[in-house]
């Protein structure tokens, strides 16, 4: 082989690895599986989620059990990725669907948005660094004046407090305001909720 076929074998070696972590995202959350969530991030990784913001300890502790009391199942589902190599850093954009069979109100709801990572590769394995997840449509009763990100979860009857958290963190926008050409990704800090560093 010569040094440009190594190369490229190298970086498909790379975008598999970094399809599979976040392929395995999906599989956790969806089968409650801690440990494998746990797995597709790097232990000082921060996840802002809109309604939670913090580490990848507290993020599995709150996303499991946020799961396990509002629905029967789940699943979220990812379609259209993109994965921009430099190096060790990986930028992706990968839009998502949710869909969940919810214990009380209405049987079913639905939202979708995107994931926005920066992967890291370290000692060879490739994690989520930080992540911003941005909401971009859910089924509502009137046409919204905006797409305001607390009316497009799937989460009903949030505290006001985590409806202001969504309303002052990342927004979708259309055009290369976007959170998802921010280079290098950055969660701000100051929105780690208080307790969920880890």
């Not at 970094?18 to 599989?27: A, E, G, V």
């Not at 921060?46 to 699943?75: E, K, L």
């Not at 209405?106 to 994931?115: A, D, E, I, K, N």
Request: proline share 5%.
């Amino acid at each position: 082989m010569t040094d440009i076929d190594m190369k490229i074998v190298a970086e498909l070696a790379d975008r598999a690895a970094i399809h599979d972590c976040l392929m395995n995202y999906s599989r956790a959350v969806d089968r409650l599986d801690r440990e494998l969530l746990l797995s597709v991030y790097h232990p000082d990784a921060v996840d802002d989620h809109g309604v939670f913001v913090g580490g990848p300890v507290a993020f599995a502790d709150w996303v499991i059990d946020m799961h396990t009391q509002t629905h029967v199942s789940h699943q979220h589902c990812q379609f259209n990725s993109t994965i921009q190599l430099d190096g060790d850093v990986a930028h992706t954009e990968t839009y998502y669907m949710f869909v969940g069979l919810n214990r009380e109100g209405t049987p079913l709801t639905m939202s979708g948005g995107r994931y926005i990572d920066r992967l890291e590769k370290r000692a060879g394995r490739w994690a989520i660094a930080e992540r911003i997840c941005v909401r971009d449509w859910a089924p509502l009763a009137e046409v919204p004046s905006e797409l305001d990100q607390s009316k497009m979860t799937a989460v009903k009857n949030l505290p006001e407090s985590v409806k202001a958290l969504m309303r002052s963190g990342p927004q979708t926008l259309r055009d290369r305001s976007d959170p998802s050409y921010m280079r290098p990704l950055k969660v701000d800090r100051s929105r780690i909720m208080k307790g969920q560093e880890r």
